[in-house]
């Protein structure tokens, strides 16, 4: 899935420290974030588009596929917000260096496994890299810039960042076009130069890198996260397997009471929850979730219904996400002065209609097949509709929280919008698997099959996923009237 939040700061912003690097050197400090968030962006846009040749490569079932993605997913989820305060008790350079070597030894691993249960647990632990990796970019960029240089270095980061997520998909449909079977292991080997560059920066700019202060990490509240989302996760995936899903979902509850009784007392939490109290902040994480929920369904859903089903390219596939980068990039910054003159909760309700709108225009054009002409302009519509809803959503959540907590609510935010996405994939599969085979399929949704009625159910699926992402989006426009009608 694409990454179209505004970039996220870390839960605690470090300071500026004049003896971290010199004032030549922070240019290539600067490069050294932009190449670890391209490695986050090739990860999280092109698997996507890979998963077919990857199903055929190693021989992975649905529920195998969906793995491959919610692994890497899941442990970044749970992890985030306690990896942004790693670097403070650690060093900020020695903790990102850290991250990304993670991050491109478990991408080789990826590169090379035979099997897909080596590829989910190769994932699960590049999610790990990528937790201290994503906000360590942000924070490295603050650690090296004085206030009156920052504003400029994060505009360069992000317009990177935008150049990357609209370039990645396209470089990656082109290489599993004609590349042959086997290209995507390229995907994660790519992440090996790439971090062997950043790494090299990290080493070679950083004059000092000071451990913050001993401030004990909230490593209880990160493992029983991570097991609650796992078993709730697993639960929903396991759904239409002919296995019992109610433990698993049960046991993810009972889970989530206790990290909430983890939090709550926990002399330096995580996840503080005093914060949802704040006004708005409920809200505004609410309809994150529901929205960002319907985003993560169909963009993992879409390659494997356009390319397994359609018979289309992969480029053809990853054509189909450009417009969400162009849409974002033309009019997220006009989005986001529109909502500091009338509140950020107008444009967010026009933008989650205009991207259900979308979604369902997907879901009544599906049956012609047309990518084309009928999904590339749906999707027009679904990029313009979140191009009003990133920056003012960033607003709102700002907005909600004091200034000295402003970077923990972005970095829940951020947060809840991967949850969103890992569970929107886990129950997504069952879905799409019920309504394959309800509609006659005689394979497997998002497998390459010449079976009878194998592309006409794998449509029909497609179909009832997009109006159900579309329903999704018209709650979130209900919960954004209902929540954050007030200005904020």
């Known amino acids: 899935m694409t990454d179209l939040q505004a970039p996220q700061s870390p839960a605690v912003v470090p300071q500026f420290v004049p003896e971290f690097c010199a004032p030549k050197n922070r240019p290539y400090l600067l490069a050294a974030a932009i190449l670890a968030s391209a490695l986050g962006f090739i990860d999280g846009t092109v698997v996507s588009i890979a ?7 190693l021989g992975a079932n649905l529920v195998e596929a969906q793995w491959i993605y919610n692994a890497y997913v899941l442990t970044l989820s749970a992890l985030i917000l306690a990896g942004g305060a790693v670097g403070d008790r650690f060093g900020l350079a020695r903790a990102f260096g850290a991250g990304v070597v993670v991050f491109v030894l478990s991408s080789l691993l990826c590169a090379m496994a035979p099997t897909p249960a080596l590829m989910i647990v190769a994932r699960a632990v590049q999610g790990i890299g990528a937790a201290v990796m994503v906000p360590g970019s942000l924070a490295l960029i603050a650690r090296a810039y004085p206030r009156a240089e920052r504003g400029r270095a994060i505009g360069i980061w992000t317009a990177a960042a935008s150049f990357t997520t609209a370039l990645c998909p396209i470089i990656g449909g082109l290489a599993l076009s004609f590349g042959g079977p ?6 994660f080997a790519i992440n090996l130069p790439l971090g062997g560059v ?3 920066l990290l080493r070679t700019r950083v004059a000092q890198d000071p451990a913050g202060q001993a401030v004990p990490l909230d490593w209880p509240g990160a493992l029983v996260a991570t ?3 796992l078993a709730l996760a697993w639960g929903l995936t396991q759904a239409g397997q002919g296995v019992a899903i109610w433990p698993w979902l049960a046991a993810g509850a009972a889970l989530c009471g206790l990290f909430i009784l983890v939090e709550a007392r926990s002399p330096h939490p995580m996840m503080p929850l005093g914060m949802f109290a704040l006004p708005g902040f409920a809200a505004a994480n609410l309809m994150s979730f529901t929205l960002y929920g319907a985003l993560g369904a169909m963009f993992f859903f879409m390659p494997m219904t356009f390319i397994a089903g359609w018979g289309e390219s992969e480029i053809a596939a990853s054509a189909t996400f450009a417009p969400m980068s162009v849409f974002i ?3 997220s910054a006009r989005a986001g002065a529109l909502a500091d003159r009338i509140g950020p909760a107008p444009p967010i309700i026009v933008g989650c209609l205009l991207t259900g709108a979308g979604y369902g225009a997907m879901g009544l054009l599906a049956p012609a097949q047309n990518i084309w002409g009928h999904i590339l302009p749906a999707m027009c519509l679904v990029g313009l509709g979140m191009a009003l809803v990133v920056a003012p959503l960033s607003t709102a959540i700002m907005a909600a929280a004091p200034d000295r907590l402003s970077g923990m609510a972005s970095g829940i935010n951020n947060a809840v919008t991967r949850i969103s996405g890992l569970f929107a994939v886990a129950a997504g599969g069952g879905i799409v698997a019920a309504l394959y085979v309800r509609s006659g399929g005689m394979a497997s949704f998002g497998e390459v ?14 179909t009832g996923l997009a109006y159900l992402a579309a329903a999704l989006c018209a709650l979130s426009a209900v919960i954004a009237a209902v929540g954050m009608g007030r200005r904020v």
């Open 198 to 200: 950043a790494l090299w």
């Open 329 to 331: 990039g033309l009019f």
């Open 227 to 229: 097991l609650a989302l």
């Open 182 to 187: 086997e290209m995507w292991r390229a995907i």
């Open 449 to 462: 099959s010449e079976t009878t009625g194998h592309a006409a159910a794998m449509t029909d699926a497609f």
């Open 51 to 57: 998963l077919p040749a990857m199903r055929a490569s």
